[in-house]
Structures are given as C-alpha cells and as structure tokens.
C-alpha cells in the first residue's frame, strides 16, 4: 500500500504561484503514473496532470486544459518526489489538491478511477 503525503498549499492571490509537493513512501517513480487532480466545493473531482514513468510517443506529462502553460508536473529521484509548479493561479484554482498515482507506467486516461493511491489533499486558496 502505497501511501503519499502532500505539502505545499496555501493562501496566495491571483497572480501568485505556489508549488505542491508529494511524497510516496516507496520509489514507485520507474512504474508509476504519478498525477495530480483538485476538488473545489461542490464540485467533482478534476484531473490536473499526470507523469507518466514511460512516456508514450514522446509524451511523459499530461495536463488538463485549464493548467496547461500555468503548471508543471515534476518529479525529483533523488528526493523521492513529485512536484506541481503552479504559475498565474487564478481564484478559480482555489480547491484541495490530490496527489495520486496509478500502478502502471503508462498514461491510461485522466479517471480518478485509474488511479489507485490518493493523498489527503491540500487546501490551495487564490484570493482575487
């Protein structure tokens, strides 16, 4: 059982950035799809991004249109660690923020249900 520990969130406004950080307690990185999705209340679930451990036709990292040019999934090896760099948040990033990974190292689709281990989240706020 995988467990993953995030940190990062905060109370930042528009404009800002912040990066969220999350770390397996075990070196999943080599076959592991690691991923990030957000839920804001009253709303479901959402996909972020996702690293990929093998890319497949080149492309290793995924995004949600949303983020896309905004955010940067990342991973460290040596710290064990996987990384969200988001730029230019807007009040409509304002959710808690999911760390997850899906055992399998390719990217298989942006379904929460993919994705086996989940974080306890972390409240990101972006004050306008």
């Known amino acids: 059982q995988v467990q993953l520990v995030e940190s990062g969130g905060g109370l930042v406004q528009a404009g800002a950035s912040l990066r969220l950080s999350c770390a397996p307690s075990?070196?999943?990185?080599?076959?592991?799809?690691m991923g990030w999705f957000r839920q804001a209340p009253g709303k479901e679930r959402e996909f972020v991004a996702a690293?990929?451990?093998?890319?497949?036709?080149?492309?290793?990292?995924y995004y949600a249109d949303s983020v896309k040019g905004r955010f940067t999934i990342s991973r460290d090896n040596v710290k064990n660690t996987v990384f969200l760099q988001m730029n230019n948040l807007n009040p409509e990033d304002t959710a808690v923020y999911y760390c997850?990974?899906?055992?399998?190292?390719?990217?298989?689709?942006?379904?929460?249900?993919?994705?086996?281990?989940w974080g306890q989240g972390t409240q990101v706020t972006v004050s306008s």
């Open positions: 075990e070196r999943v990185f080599n076959s592991y799809t």
């Open positions: 997850t990974a899906d055992p399998f190292p390719y990217y298989r689709g942006s379904s929460p249900n993919l994705f086996n281990y």
């Open positions: 690293r990929a451990a093998i890319a497949r036709s080149g492309d290793r990292t």
